[in-house]
């Protein structure tokens, strides 16, 4: 699995949109998305406010043939906000 960081949520759902259109994802009861973005929570982090978006590299959901390889990265723990189990 790789991830794709988009500027804005509405950039982020046309991404996703491509994306099934691509694949030719089948919506069901059961699929009704190929995925939901999320915004990076992270005040400290430089793309605080922007999107991820999780890109299959295999799988029937395989999509990351259609982004170049560059636009591609791993995932990033520090994308989000941590919480502090201390009591």
């Known amino acids: 699995m ?3 960081t988009i500027q804005s949520h509405t950039q982020a759902i046309s991404t996703i949109s491509h994306i ?3 694949i030719e994802l089948n919506k069901n009861k ?3 998305m190929y995925a939901e973005p999320e915004m990076i929570t992270n ?3 430089v793309l605080s406010g922007q999107y991820v978006i999780p890109i299959a590299t ?3 959901l395989k999509c990351d043939q259609l982004f170049d390889t560059q636009q591609l990265v791993d995932m990033d723990t ?3 906000d941590t919480v502090s189990t201390d009591i």
């Open 2 to 4: 790789k991830y794709i």
């Open 20 to 22: 099934e259109q691509s």
């Open 30 to 32: 059961q699929v009704i």
């Open 43 to 45: 005040k400290f982090h």
């Open 58 to 60: 295999k799988g029937w």
């Open 78 to 80: 520090t994308w989000y």
